[in-house]
T-cell receptor, first 113, second 112 residues
Framework: GEDVEQSLFLSVREGDSSVINCTYT??????LYWYKQEPGAGLQLLTY?????DMKQDQRLTVLLNKKDKHLSLRIADTQTGDSAIYFC?????????????FGSGTQLTVLP | DTAVSQTPKYLVTQMGNDKSIKCEQN?????MYWYKQDSKKFLKIMFS???????INETVPNRFSPKSPDKAHLNLHINSLELGDSAVYFC???????????FGQGTRLTVV
């Protein structure tokens, strides 16, 4: 199965808050990331959190980390139509001399007017 | 000034052909990756190179062969293309152990 899991779809109304959830399995992950992919585009890093933090806030984005439950969430306040995209969480895993990013399946966020 | 650039952006080719996708990064990173994103948008790592040395080679058909002529380049060559190879291929590079990965814009490969 997947090492990083996300629900596939989320729809919200413009102006509401969106919460995208992610669970991961590797307790040795030191950094966890949220990437955004707009249609036809590459992946853009939105934010990240270090594993010794519980919360990180960056303008409209709030990341919550529950290390005990290995649960990560991304909250987008006042969601706009431009936030419609696929959101991937990722954990940084050690593999030999390199650290790789393992991605979740991505959550397609649709913002309705 | 593009950090990670891939060429071509789109590639349409017939089954059985051999094709290459090029990737270059100007960030001075030691590690480069190839990811495959399928039609369901799942992102799977294919290969990772660190300082031109192959580190990760996931379960990928041996028709796929990465080549790293230097630290700044990681090209992907695919032999005998099959319909199931149709996907978007992303190149990425990464600096230190716990830094973000920078992604290219992707190459949309369509095999007909």
């Amino acid at each position: 199965g997947e090492d990083v899991e996300q629900s596939l779809f989320l729809s919200v109304r413009e102006g509401d808050s969106s919460v995208i959830n992610c669970t991961y399995t590797d307790s040795s992950s030191t950094y966890l990331y949220w990437y955004k992919q707009e249609p036809g585009a590459g992946l853009q890093l939105l934010t990240y959190i270090f594993s010794n933090m519980d919360m990180k806030q960056d303008q409209r984005l709030t990341v919550l980390l529950n290390k005990k439950d290995k649960h990560l969430s991304l909250r987008i306040a006042d969601t706009q139509t431009g936030d419609s995209a696929i959101y991937f969480c990722a954990e940084s895993l050690s593999s030999g001399s390199a650290r790789q990013l393992t991605f979740g399946s991505g959550t397609q966020l649709t913002v309705l007017p | 000034d593009t950090a990670v650039s891939q060429t071509p952006k789109y590639l349409v080719t017939q089954m059985g052909n051999d094709k290459s996708i090029k990737c270059e990064q100007n960030l001075g990173h030691d590690t480069m990756y190839w990811y495959k994103q399928d039609s369901k948008k799942f992102l799977k790592i294919m290969f990772s190179y660190n300082n031109k040395e192959l580190i990760i080679n996931e379960t990928v058909p041996n028709r796929f062969s990465p080549k790293s002529p230097d630290k700044a380049h990681l090209n992907l060559h695919i032999n005998s293309l099959e319909l199931g190879d149709s996907a978007v291929y992303f190149c990425a590079s990464k600096g230190g152990a716990n830094t973000e990965a920078f992604f290219g814009q992707g190459t949309r490969l369509t095999v007909v």
